[in-house]
């Protein structure tokens, strides 16, 4: 489930409203930046801006989590806990 972006309460001062505003805007950036959809790696390899955060699934069905870099995505492969 993804997380919803986030509306500013609207204020009676312009000033302070454009700061709510941007502020706001900030944060749905970095919500955008981190909840991403599930990505197959081959089919999103050049997706992605700066900073972002991505969990995908590899061809061979193994998963990680990748971090978008000026050089392309890295990455760490993840494993299943065992309960």
């Known amino acids: 489930m993804s997380i919803s972006k986030k509306r500013y ?3 009676s001062d312009p000033e302070m409203n454009r700061v709510i505003s941007r502020i706001y805007d900030d944060i ?3 919500i955008n ?3 991403q959809k599930l990505t197959v790696e081959d089919t999103d390899r050049f ?3 700066l900073g972002d955060i991505r969990v995908a699934q590899i061809s061979d069905k193994t998963y990680e989590i990748q971090g978008r870099t000026k050089d392309g995505w890295a990455s760490v492969e993840l ?3 065992e309960d």
């Open 47 to 49: 997706k992605g801006n």
């Open 9 to 11: 309460p609207q204020v």
């Open 33 to 35: 930046a981190v909840n």
């Open 28 to 30: 749905n950036e970095l």
């Open 79 to 81: 494993s299943f806990k």
